[in-house]
């Protein structure tokens, strides 16, 4: 039952929506954060063993730096993009009204 309301809801939503940009950008941006920034700057500070002052200093600087990037590149590729959202937004509300 559950799967089939999920593949309605999309089926209906994938009539109006017709550009996954926005979306892809958004998903690519929290793999990068992830796998490239948090995931082995994580791993650097709990499971390597490591003491210095420089490691620390380091992986700490890789988890900011990566964080950093893609909230720059969220905002640098999706402000275009939301007054095209927005007005989905606007007629997708209208159509339920």
């Known amino acids: 039952m559950r799967t089939g ?9 994938s009539l109006w929506v017709r ?3 926005p979306l892809n950008a958004i998903i690519g ?3 990068v954060v992830s796998y490239i ?11 390597l063993d490591r003491t210095s002052i420089i490691w620390r200093a380091a992986m700490l600087g890789l988890i900011v730096f990566a964080v950093v990037a893609c909230i720059v590149a969220f905002f640098e ?3 275009p993009h939301a007054r095209a959202c927005s007005k989905l937004f606007v007629v997708m509300a209208q159509l339920s009204a």
């Open 5 to 13: 309301v999920i593949v309605l809801v999309v089926t209906i939503c």
């Open 19 to 21: 550009e996954l940009g």
């Open 29 to 31: 941006g929290m793999q």
């Open 37 to 47: 920034g948090v995931l082995p700057g994580v791993c650097g500070l709990f499971l």
């Open 77 to 79: 590729y999706l402000e």
